[in-house]
């Protein structure tokens, strides 16, 4: 049996344990939560060292990448990194660039989502290049909010470009700053602060990372979409609770709830037996076809 770990700085009140094949091979995948202790992470990290076919890093992007592809390394991700010596340490970098882009041109496809005309608020665009590149793509109109919701700056990007010249402005300064400043983690990433709201109310779909999602929405979502994943089954209630339409989670359905991206990069990486960094497109999409990959779609 293989086993994936991701290790999250993330609230340990949403750890998950699953034993489930993937690709006909078992696995067991297991999230365990730090609180956002960064010193308690980097010790789990170097337990599972050499234990663990694969280790996530959770509640943190090891990098962040602009549309143009530069990539700027978060020093407390690296940090994080660097305490495992033999088990290949992944961030879900490479599903959220290679499979989300594809899985949401084939969710179009198939016209379980619509994104031609419609505004999009991506929470996020350095944490998801594959969405802030797909959804102009596919004719939306995006709103890029990391200014918005990561800075604090009262300024929505509305253009890769401007993603571009802020991100080369403002990551240099921030990926040295602590976790904790950056993202919701711990406790926090448990309760809802509503922050810059017409940007939500604006939105047709509300798509990126779960956390920040729910950090910073208003009480009212009525009738919007939202495309995402790292759901748990209290989350769909409270969404349900909003009034969300419709909710998109790109990352397989694990027993009514999904994984994040990094736990789902550990199981394609394990599968293929490759280090992360020589992993290339063709094998993701081999690799995810295998599995039997396919976005939950659920009706609110």
């Given at each position: 049996m293989k086993r994936v770990v991701s290790?999250?700085?993330?609230?340990?009140?949403?750890?998950?344990?699953?034993?489930?094949?993937?690709?006909?091979?078992?696995?067991?995948?297991?999230?365990?939560?730090?609180?956002?202790?960064?010193?308690?992470?980097?010790?789990?990290?170097?337990?599972?060292?050499?234990?663990?076919?694969?280790?996530?890093?959770?509640?943190?992007?090891?990098?962040?990448?602009?549309?143009?592809?530069?990539?700027?390394?978060?020093?407390?991700?690296?940090?994080?990194?660097?305490?495992?010596?033999?088990?290949?340490?992944?961030?879900?970098?490479?599903?959220?660039?290679?499979?989300?882009?594809?899985?949401?041109?084939?969710?179009?496809?198939?016209?379980?989502?619509?994104?031609?005309?419609k505004r999009v608020l991506l929470v996020s665009g350095v944490d998801r290049p594959g969405m802030a590149r797909i959804f102009p793509e596919l004719g939306a109109d995006v709103v890029y909010g990391d200014l918005l919701y990561a800075v604090g700056v009262p300024m929505p990007l509305r253009r890769p470009w401007q993603l571009v010249v802020m991100g080369s402005l403002f990551l240099?300064?921030?990926?040295?700053l602590p976790m904790s400043v950056l993202y919701p983690t711990g406790a926090s990433q448990e309760t809802t602060h509503t922050k810059y709201p017409r940007y939500f109310e604006q939105a047709d779909i509300v798509a990126g990372d779960f956390v920040l999602i729910r950090r910073y929405m208003p009480d009212s979502m009525k009738g919007k979409v939202i495309v995402t994943n790292t759901t748990r089954a209290r989350d769909v209630e409270d969404l349900r609770r909003r009034g969300v339409a419709r909710l998109i989670t790109l990352?397989?359905?694990?027993?009514?709830?999904?994984?994040?991206?990094?736990?789902?990069?550990?199981?394609?990486?394990?599968?293929?037996?490759?280090?992360?960094?020589?992993?290339?497109?063709?094998?993701?999409?081999?690799?995810?076809?295998?599995?039997?990959?396919?976005?939950?779609?659920?009706?609110?």
């Open positions: 290790v999250s700085l993330g609230s340990s009140q949403r750890n998950k344990s699953v034993e489930m094949p993937f690709a006909g091979t078992p696995f067991h995948v297991e999230r365990v939560g730090t609180d956002g202790d960064v010193r308690k992470a980097e010790s789990l990290i170097a337990q599972y060292d050499g234990k663990v076919d694969a280790i996530g890093l959770g509640g943190v992007d090891r990098y962040l990448v602009l549309p143009n592809g530069r990539k700027y390394e978060l020093r407390d991700a690296a940090r994080m990194a660097r305490n495992a010596r033999q088990t290949p340490v992944v961030d879900g970098g490479g599903i959220k660039q290679i499979l989300e882009p594809v899985l949401i041109r084939g969710l179009v496809d198939e016209r379980a989502l619509e994104v031609s005309g240099p300064l921030l990926r040295r990352t397989p359905s694990v027993e009514g709830e999904s994984f994040g991206a990094n736990v789902m990069e550990g199981v394609v990486v394990a599968l293929s037996g490759k280090q992360p960094e020589d992993l290339t497109q063709e094998d993701y999409l081999t690799i995810a076809d295998k599995m039997n990959w396919h976005p939950a779609v659920t009706d609110l």
